[in-house]
Structure formats: C-alpha cells, structure tokens
C-alpha cells in the first residue's frame, strides 16, 4: 500500500505517539511548534562584539553622489543607503582636505593638528626637501609577484596609533589587520604603525606592493601571481547603463585626459598609442578605471578566505580604500559620466563583497563604515562657462609677485623655499625677521591678497594660538595646522579657484580647502549594533574610530570625533 507524503507524514506521527503511549513513565514529544525567541533572547544569541570591523574609504566621493546617483544602485551601495545609518550632515571641519589627512583621520579619529599628517606631502625645514606623509628612509619597499618596488613606506610619521592597531593591542590576541589600496598613504595610514599586511600598488613598476613595516602575505603573493593586473590588458570600460540615464553631458566640460584616451567613452585600456603590451601608461589607464576597484574588491575576498577573517574569537580588522574614484574626478570632474558609471561599478563591487561577508562571517555578524576622505570642486572651466568666477591661482606667479614685495629686504637670497598647496614655507631665518619687521609684513601681506583668487591669508603664529575665532576658514585652518610640518603662511584661495602651475586654464579639478565641496563626505554604518536610519546630527568622520572602539570595547588614546550613538541599536543586558 502506498500513501501521499502528506498521509505518510500523518501515518508516522499517530504510530509514535502510540508507541510513546505504552512507555510507561515517559513523556510523548510535543507537536506544537517552537516558541518564537524573544528579542532579548536573539540579542543573547549574537556575539557581544563584532567578529569584524570593515572600514571602506572611497576617495574623493562627495556626499551629494548618494543624492542624485542612489537610483541607480542596486548592489551594495543601496544596500548601506537602505540598511546602514546614513550621516547626512558628515564633513571634515578642517582645511587640509587631501587623501593621506582624510584617511589618517579616519584612521585615528583625530584631526591633523593631533595626527600630524598635514598634506599627502610637506616641506622638510630640516632637510630642505619635500617629503610624502609616508615616506620612511629606515625602510623598504617589497614587491609581490616578483615585481620591482621603489622606496620605503611606513606610518613613522602618522602620530597617533590608528584604531586598528589599538584593536590588535587591547584584544587579548588573535585579532589580524589587512588593508588594501591603490595608494600607499591610503593603505598604511588605515593600517597603522603595526598591521599584518598593508598593500598597495605602484602604477611606475604595475606591482603591487608592501613594506619592512609590515609581513609579506603569502595568500597575496599566491594572488597576484594567478591573477595578474596585466590579465586586464585589452579589455574596454564601456557605459554600464543606456546614455538616458546619465546626467550632464557626455563630454565634460573642462576634462582633462589620461595618456592614450580621449575625453568620452569608450576608454580601452591598450597602453600607448600603437602599443601592443602592457605598459606605465596601460597601468595609469587600469588605475583609472572600474577594473582597479574590482581587483581591490577580489583581493579583500581573498584576505577573508584566506585568514579566516571574521571567524577567530578576536574582531579582526579589513581596510580598503578605492582610489580609481579620486584618479576619475581629477581628471573628468563631478559633472560628468565617468564618475556616475564609476559608482554604478563600486556599487556592484561592493554587493559582491557583502554577499561574500554574509556567507563567510555571517549577516549581522561584522560592522561597516563606509566614508569618502575629501570631496572635489567643480572643474573650474565648467563653472566659468555657467557665469561663476572659477579660476585657477598660479603658484609661480604668486611666488614672484610676494619675492617682488621684499626686495626692499636686501635679503641676499630667495626669501620663499616652497609653495606646496596653501602653504608657504620661507627660506630659513626669513620669517623670523618678517614677524620684528611689521612694515615689510604688511606690504608681503597687502601683496598677497591683491593677487586675483587669493581669498585670505592666516599666520603661522595665529593658527597656533588656540584662540578661538569666528571666522569658518580660520578655523579651519587651525585645525589643520601642526607647527613642525605646516607652513609660515596658510593662502586660502577663493572659491571655486584651484591652485596650479603658470597654465591658468588648466583642465581637470582639485580639493584641499576649507570649502564645503572639499569637506562633506558620506557617512555611513551597516551591521553589527547598527540601527538603520537617516541622521542629521553633526558628524565627522574622525567620528568613526571612536565609534568603532565603542562597539568592539576599545579606548583611543586621542580623539577628536565622538561615538555617534544615536545609531546603536539598543541590546538586551
């Protein structure tokens, strides 16, 4: 005799409850269904820290991209926008808005008056050279894939410990630190002093590479040997949706253009103009382009399955940082297709790796920060066309108007060593006489701001005071401002006005001001102890270490930004 399973399944239970029946003394299982759990008893069942902490730093985003493109996303962006806690109001309150600032920031939950990391470079008064933030003559750089490395990099400079090693500190051990980049002063100052890996890669030599400061991964080794960058040779980064659904013009006004591509899609990535290799300018092209951030984005997947990040009894650390977004907006501006189909792509990177961390570390089990270490301003050139004043401020001819106005000095010698950026750093023993000289102050001074685009100029002696002050750029500025490192003068162009060389009508775009375009970033928490939601308070991301150390029970020794707990989910005690 056969039965329907639905029969059979009736069948079963009647002859065990019988059979349960002539047992004497014992008790028949239950039929009822489970009690549903408590939210008490689900908060118990969670882990009482995060089993990862992932911070995702995408350079020179702006905080209106998630405005006008979320749309379009339907990936991993989307999925922070919807489940994460969305910092709307978030921007850098300082001046120096450049990439190793922002991510040391991040980094430390301090700001470069603290930190220490001014600029992505500096004038050495000691040395009388400039210097990157990373630079490091006590060690060496080391290639993977037996690639060729320049240099050395490490964290010497950076002031503070990040976030990430205070983590791998205070855990009681266990805890594993990796980050990833396309730039070293990206993925060191996100690692820190002490990390177990800090890559990055180097578009001179197309390897990818790490430091003394740091172990040499054989995971990534094995990687990048399998999976070379040049694998990407030939391939073409076309448009990801029809052109309806671009905003502002297909050609951007202003764009300025990477070696052997025009300024409109399609941009095939072939190297030199009749090349038939890989070459510096095919590696320039990569950097430029989605391939870069899917590569970054396949690297951390395997720092995951590799390690077994997320599934040891310590919270480990994963740190990626998308530099192709920074590489894109310099070169075509906020306005334009290529950084909106640059989005388009991370998005769907970034769902790839949440899906990847959802099966390997487990949904809820690992807490995201994702934020942007500056913005940008308009290409100049566009907003000259739409009637604003938008220039760019030559730093040569600044210098030689301000030589021109201490002539009268007789001071026998060049009175400037450097103009790098906003700052202006006097030969030595120069500025000393200027402050007993309070005439030939003034007329440096009177010179300076009656150049076209010069907006203010602050000194070195009020920027340290501590004096607080009305002025937004002022303290802005302050914040900004480490006495050993910054310069004798800060030079705030206008708005809208960038700095450069003698072409004032220099194609392509910047950042570095106090400016809000410089400043405002997105800010954004998903997973772990997160409540999702759109939050206007004040924020920072220096806010995002100290908030991290709350969720995983570790202290920073210093710290500008606060917890920003208004987006904790409140747990079961």
Known sequence: MSFAPKTLRLVCQ????????????????????????????????????????????????????????????????KRLVDEGAWFRTAAYPYASTETCVGHATVSTGAFPRNHGMVANAWWDRDAQKMVTCTSDPNVKNTAYGGGTANGGDSAARMLLPSFAEELKFQNSGG?????????????????????????????????????????????IEQYVTHHPVTADYGKTWSLSLPKSRYWYDENAVGAATVNGWGTTFPFPLRGKE???????????????????DSYLTQLAEAAVDSLGLGRSRATDYLGISYSSTDYVGHTFGPRSWEIQDMLIRLDKDLGELF????????????????????????????????????????????????EKALEPLNLGKT?????????????????????????????????????????EVFRA????????????????????YFAARSGDLYILQQPYWLTGGANAKQTGTGHGTPYYYDQRVPLLLMGFGIHPGEYFESATPADIAPTLGALTGVTLAVHDGRVLGEAFQVRAR
């Open 355 to 402: 899906a990847h961390l959802d099966q390997k570390v487990g949904r809820g089990n690992y807490v995201v920060a994702l934020t942007a270490d500056h913005g940008v301003a308009p290409v100049p050139a566009d907003m000259e066309k739409s009637g604003f004043d938008a220039h760019v401020l030559s730093i040569p001819d600044l210098q030689a108007r301000l």
């Open 274 to 292: 009749g090349g038939s290799t890989p070459d510096e300018t095919f590696f320039e092209q990569w950097t430029t382009s989605p391939f870069a």
């Open 175 to 219: 805890t594993r630190v990796v980050t990833f980049s396309l730039k070293a002063r990206a993925a060191i100052t996100m690692a820190g002093h002490q990390a177990d890996a800090a890559t990055w890669f180097e578009t001179s030599t197309g390897a990818w590479v790490t430091s003394s400061s740091y172990s040499n991964m054989p995971f």
């Open 461 to 480: 002696e009020e920027l340290g005071s501590g004096l607080a002050t009305v002025s937004p750029t002022k303290t802005a500025a302050q914040l900004s």
């Open 14 to 77: 009647m002859a065990a409850l019988a059979a349960c029946a002539l047992l004497a003394g014992r008790a028949c299982p239950q039929t009822q269904p489970a009690k549903p759990k408590t939210a008490a008893e689900k908060a118990a069942a969670q882990p009482a820290k995060p089993r990862l902490v992932v911070v995702i730093v995408v350079d020179q985003m702006r905080a209106d991209y998630v405005d006008k493109f979320r749309g379009q996303w339907t990936a991993g962006l």
């Open 415 to 455: 009175a400037i060593a450097r103009i790098a950026g906003n700052e202006l750093y006097f030969s030595p023993g120069i500025y000393g006489q200027l402050r007993h000289d309070p005439a030939a102050m003034k007329a440096l001074l009177d010179k300076a701001l009656s150049t076209p685009g010069v907006a």
